[in-house]
């Protein structure tokens, strides 16, 4: 089936550096969220992003977090600076949207560790 | 806040048993409704969802909404070790992103 590829799998940092996520969405997707996971708990929306631009963010999408999709390649989730409390997996997803299909399709994830 | 939650946590069921897991939600102007199943170390995958009141079924599996009680199921005829799973229940309200509930651990045992 359709795949949502996300890179790199595992990133480890220091507290205070910049770190930028990156998931390479189904190709005739139209909308893409990130969602975090901080181990055993739930899954968490942050953001979402359609035609350019965000759709809607939750109170997790702090300042210091940014999201684009240059010239449609890779959408990614900036952060920076990063803060301990950033550790996470965090999920990358798409869905063709409209009330026809609004499945997500998800990425496996890239387990942020800042240390 | 929307709430969403899930039971039962965990689930241990034997091969060729019915499984039926909930999910409640608090909104009842939510839109849409899904189950997705993740396996051990892969992505969430979706399995099955519904927008309006009532019952589908593909194949072995049948999802149940009811809105008047702000609650839907999952149920899995036959269930098989392949099935064991976290199965996550996802409602949509009225915004533009799906909210996910804490899960429920299955495990199917031969």
């Known amino acids: 089936g359709p795949k949502v590829l996300q890179i790199p799998s595992h990133q480890i940092i220091d507290m205070g550096q910049m770190v930028t996520l990156n998931c390479d969405p189904v190709?005739?997707?139209?909308?893409f969220y990130w969602y975090k996971q901080i181990l055993g708990q739930q899954m968490e929306f942050l953001v979402n992003?359609?035609?350019?631009?965000?759709?809607?963010k939750s109170k997790l999408f702090k300042d210091q977090f940014s999201v684009e999709r240059p010239d449609g390649s890779y959408f990614t989730l900036k952060i920076q600076p990063t803060a301990l409390e950033d550790s996470a997996v965090y999920f990358c997803?798409?869905?063709?949207?409209?009330?026809?299909?609004?499945?997500?399709?998800f990425g496996h994830g890239t387990k942020l560790s800042v240390l | 806040q929307q709430k969403v939650q899930q039971s039962p946590e965990s689930l241990i069921v034997p091969e060729g048993a019915m499984t039926s897991l909930n999910c409640t939600f608090s909104?009842?102007?939510?839109?849409?409704f899904a189950w997705y199943r993740q396996h051990s170390g892969k992505a969430p995958k979706a399995l099955m969802s519904?927008?309006?009141?009532g019952e589908k079924e593909e194949g072995r599996f049948t999802i149940h909404l009811n809105k008047a009680s702000l609650h839907f199921s999952l149920h899995i005829r036959d269930s098989q070790p392949s099935d064991s799973a976290l199965y996550l229940c996802?409602?949509?309200?009225?915004?533009?992103?799906?909210?996910f509930g804490t899960g429920t651990k299955l495990q199917v045992v031969p």
């Open positions: 997803a798409s869905s063709l949207g409209g009330r026809g299909d609004e499945r997500l399709f």
């Open positions: 190709s005739n997707h139209l909308y």
């Open positions: 992003f359609y035609n350019g631009k965000v759709m809607e």
């Open positions: 909104d009842s102007a939510s839109q849409y």
């Open positions: 519904i927008f309006s009141n």
């Open positions: 996802a409602v949509r309200g009225s915004g533009t992103y799906q909210r």
